[in-house]
């Protein structure tokens, strides 16, 4: 297996192990949350405290007073070495001055008991070797017998040979079974006792079942509950279900204000293992070490020496990696960044150009727009030039076609009379030609005929100049053919306009007016137009 697949595989097992299941998540976040909350809970115990107090000062009996701090020494058992201490000696002093040597005995037990558990085992050992080998007073039996197998139990630890640990071993079992003898059956002191004989012997799962009932004989989130949940946890199998009762045993202990605690310390390692680092520091740094130093007790702070630099150091090492990682971070997204401002100027720059070209392309444009409209302009007046030159054509083929037909006719009938006259001339009907000639068809008629035909080619040619020529006339002005004509002598005159030729001398020839004739119609036909009499034979010129 290459190095590579190694560093995976390590990787999976302590993300495999260091995934807290959900349920004991949920109880870690309530546990951060009660941490948070700890100045709270302090609060609640030293206001509980402080009644009593209230209560002790305002008390003048001996009895009462002794009872207080008693009850004083117990609140602060767990919280305060010194304190503890304070009331416990306070007591005694008390019990001195009264003469009672049952309670200045149970003071000195209950204080052997603070002392051996909080690391002090030499000063608990001299408080109990006053009472031993000398008559115990009968109201403290239980009391002694409680000092001595705490005693004899914690000191188990600081044998020096295996002989002298089976020596202070097999007194704790005997003051417990003292201490059984005297202990009422299914009590909370019962069970725990029970719970130690079943850890002696190794059975887990009698140490389990004894743990659950001392949970069952207290409240939850008192005292004892903390402690019954710290051994419940220590005797189960299951490491889940284990950190789940560590939890819940923390719990207890901040909610009860308890600085001399085991739980935490525990819960520190099992994080520490699954490698939540800044969780097990936290614990350690901010709580077990600090409340343990408030305690003042020697055992706890040196517990978690045992443990807190290897967490200490790891921690450090993990922000350092966090450090160097951030920084190289840090170098990145800088570099990210120059590269992003260098990026930046180009595509401005890149933009600005894309402005320009597109400024000139759109100046292009409409300078294209503009030479696209010139020659749709230019295409549409070719177009109309076009179409009048092809109407001009067309006029011209009709009005050609007209003039040769009549030319043709004249060519023809002139033909035909000159035969005619030279026949009659040779026959010597001289007499009768001069006859034939008188009594041929005056002129007017030829040029009736002209008009007749003028006006039916030019209609061919224009059908609706009429209504478009009236139109150009003031309302009530309008000029109406009438009888068989088809044009009147002022729609003629337009008519030759309309077809290009203006000038009166010549219009007058093609009708055969005077000159004169021609200028009056003119005037008058435009006095009568719509719009504006000098652009009104335009107008007529640009009839379609």
């Known amino acids: 297996m290459n190095a590579r697949n190694t560093v995976f595989l390590i990787f999976l097992s302590v993300l495999f192990f260091s995934c807290s299941s959900p349920k004991n998540e949920e109880l870690l976040e309530r546990l951060d949350e009660v941490l948070e909350d700890k100045v709270v809970y302090d609060g609640y115990f030293l206001d509980g405290v402080k009644v009593l107090k209230d209560v002790l000062a305002s008390q003048s009996d001996p009895e009462q007073i002794y009872g207080l701090n008693m009850r004083l020494a117990d609140s602060y058992r767990a919280v305060s070495l010194d304190s503890a201490v304070l009331f416990l000696k306070r007591g005694r002093s008390l019990a001195e001055s009264m003469n009672d040597t049952e309670k200045a005995a149970e003071a000195d037990f209950k204080m052997a008991v603070l002392y051996v558990k909080s690391g002090y085992e030499v000063e608990s050992g001299d408080i109990l070797d006053r009472y031993r080998g000398k008559e115990i007073p009968d109201g403290v039996f ?34 417990r079974k003292l201490l059984l003898s005297m202990t009422e059956e299914g009590t909370w002191e019962w069970y725990n006792l029970n719970r130690e004989e079943a850890e002696e012997v190794r059975n887990a799962e009698a140490a389990r079942l004894f743990s659950s009932e001392m949970l069952g004989c207290c409240p939850e989130n008192s005292r004892e509950y903390a402690e019954a949940a710290y051994y419940y946890a220590h005797n189960l199998n299951d490491p889940d279900e284990a950190e789940e009762w560590f939890i819940r045993s923390a719990i207890a202990d901040v909610m009860c204000s308890t600085k001399d605690y085991a739980s935490l310390n525990e819960l520190s390692r099992i994080m520490f293992d699954k490698g939540d680092i800044d969780r097990a520091f936290r614990y350690a740094a901010d709580h077990c070490m600090v409340d343990a130093l408030h305690y003042n007790g020697k055992l706890r702070p040196w517990q978690i020496l045992t443990f807190f630099p290897e967490i200490e150091e790891a921690y450090q090492q993990k922000h350092a990696r966090q450090s160097r990682f951030t920084l190289v971070l840090l170098m990145c997204i800088s570099v990210l960044l120059v590269i992003l401002l260098f990026l930046l100027v180009f595509l401005y720059r890149r933009q600005r150009t894309l402005d320009s070209m597109r400024a000139k392309l759109q100046q292009s444009n409409l300078e294209i727009d503009s030479r696209n409209q010139e020659l749709v302009d230019l295409n549409n007046r070719l177009m109309i030039r076009n179409a009048k030159m092809q109407e001009s054509d067309k006029v011209k083929q009709e ?13 023809n009938a002139s033909r035909q009379y000159r035969n005619h006259v030279l026949k009659s001339i040779r026959q010597g009907n001289a007499k009768a030609l001069t006859d034939e000639i008188e009594n041929q068809a005056p002129v ?57 030729i203006i000038e009166s001398s010549r219009i007058a020839s093609l009708l055969h007016y005077s000159a004169n004739t021609i200028y009056n119609y003119r005037a008058k036909i435009k006095n009568r137009a719509r719009g504006s009499r000098s652009d009104f034979e335009e107008a007529v010129r640009n009839l379609e």
């Open 142 to 175: 239980r009391d002694y017998y409680c000092a001595e197998h705490v005693y004899w139990g914690e000191t188990m630890a600081y044998a020096a040979t295996s002989e002298s640990c089976d020596d202070r071993l097999s007194r704790r079992d005997a003051f």
């Open 444 to 500: 007017d008629e030829d040029i009736l005929e002209f008009y007749r035909m003028f006006d039916q080619t030019f209609i061919n040619l224009y059908p609706d100049f009429v209504e478009k020529f009236n139109a150009l006339l003031a309302e009530g002005s309008e000029i109406v053919p009438k009888g068989d004509d088809i044009l009147t002598p002022e729609l003629r005159i337009f008519a030759l306009i309309k077809l290009g």
């Open 399 to 411: 009005y050609i076609t007209l003039y040769l037909g009549m030319v043709s006719d004249n060519i």
